[in-house]
């Protein structure tokens, strides 16, 4: 007789429960966003599980550079909000979450010695380097702004993750400012906004990209790098690309 035991079905599904058990549920429950979660109607937190080897191959393995691969990455990881949804200081600092859970705090990466060109392998643990700024309290989207030359009052928005590709290059950005403006001057039509905005004074037009683009909150992980080869340090930013989810 055979030694292999051969299980089928039911006890099959059983036997991988007890193989999985514990180790199966390490999703967590996130309320602290950067942005607080205000922006989400009926908020009530986002659930993130690690990513699964199969899904991490998908995506990785895409060839289509158009793909955002950070969006789609999110989506097989996250619920509570949805992914279009999301400002971006949430996603930057759900990525380095869903990161954490699937692959651990240590996030080894190698960086170019700005003086001396070495190229320098580097260990963090990410959590101590992540620099969380959180919105204030009370900040509402849309926020009212002054515009410095016209001195009126104007709304902006943050853009959500499904906007992100109407302002990726500068072009682009002239372009499309104008649907995060949702007032100027109480007057809320778009092509009103849209022909003002081409009016303005150039200190007008930087006030409302600055604010729109808002880089302020949300994470900013630095760290202070030491070349071994020449002694040459500075204040660095942890490189954030694909590369951050493909552990070798
Ligand atoms: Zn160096």
Same mark, same amino acid.
């Given at each position: 007789m055979s030694k292999n035991v051969k299980i089928t079905g039911d006890s099959r599904e059983e036997a991988l429960d007890i193989l999985f058990g514990d180790a199966s549920d390490e999703s967590q429950v996130i309320i602290d966003l950067p942005s607080r979660g205000?922006?989400?109607?009926?908020?009530?937190g986002i659930e993130i599980k690690p990513l699964t080897f199969s899904d991490e191959q998908k995506i990785l393995g895409s060839?289509?550079?158009?793909?955002?691969l950070v969006s789609k990455l999110l989506e097989k990881t996250i619920s509570g909000v949805d992914v279009d949804d999301l400002v971006s200081m949430d996603k930057m600092f759900l990525l380095m979450k869903v990161r954490e859970i699937s692959y651990g705090e240590n996030y080894e990466f190698s960086i170019t010695c700005p003086a001396c060109d070495t190229s320098v392998q580097t260990s963090l643990h990410l959590s101590d380097h992540l620099n969380i700024k959180k919105v204030p309290?009370? %900040?509402?989207?849309?926020r009212e702004i002054m %515009?410095?030359? %016209?001195?009126v009052k104007a709304k902006v928005r943050f853009p959500r993750s499904r906007e992100e590709v109407l302002i990726t290059n500068p072009d682009d950005i002239i372009k499309?400012?104008?649907?995060?403006?949702?007032?100027i001057n109480d007057n809320k039509d778009p092509v009103f906004i849209s022909k003002a905005i081409k009016r303005m004074h150039i200190m007008d037009v930087k006030k409302i990209v600055g604010e729109v683009s808002m880089?302020?909150?949300?994470i900013n992980p630095k760290f202070i790098f030491e070349c071994p080869e020449c002694n040459y340090s500075e204040t660095m930013s942890v490189p954030l690309d694909v590369g951050f989810f493909s552990v070798s």
């Amino acid at each position: 007789m055979s030694k292999n035991v051969k299980i089928t079905g039911d006890s099959r599904e059983e036997a991988l429960d007890i193989l999985f058990g514990d180790a199966s549920d390490e999703s967590q429950v996130i309320i602290d966003l950067p942005s607080r979660g205000n922006f989400y109607p009926g908020f009530k937190g986002i659930e993130i599980k690690p990513l699964t080897f199969s899904d991490e191959q998908k995506i990785l393995g895409s060839r289509n550079p158009q793909e955002d691969l950070v969006s789609k990455l999110l989506e097989k990881t996250i619920s509570g909000v949805d992914v279009d949804d999301l400002v971006s200081m949430d996603k930057m600092f759900l990525l380095m979450k869903v990161r954490e859970i699937s692959y651990g705090e240590n996030y080894e990466f190698s960086i170019t010695c700005p003086a001396c060109d070495t190229s320098v392998q580097t260990s963090l643990h990410l959590s101590d380097h992540l620099n969380i700024k959180k919105v204030p309290e009370d %900040l509402e989207d849309p926020r009212e702004i002054m %515009l410095p030359k %016209l001195k009126v009052k104007a709304k902006v928005r943050f853009p959500r993750s499904r906007e992100e590709v109407l302002i990726t290059n500068p072009d682009d950005i002239i372009k499309n400012i104008y649907r995060f403006v949702t007032s100027i001057n109480d007057n809320k039509d778009p092509v009103f906004i849209s022909k003002a905005i081409k009016r303005m004074h150039i200190m007008d037009v930087k006030k409302i990209v600055g604010e729109v683009s808002m880089t302020d909150y949300g994470i900013n992980p630095k760290f202070i790098f030491e070349c071994p080869e020449c002694n040459y340090s500075e204040t660095m930013s942890v490189p954030l690309d694909v590369g951050f989810f493909s552990v070798s």
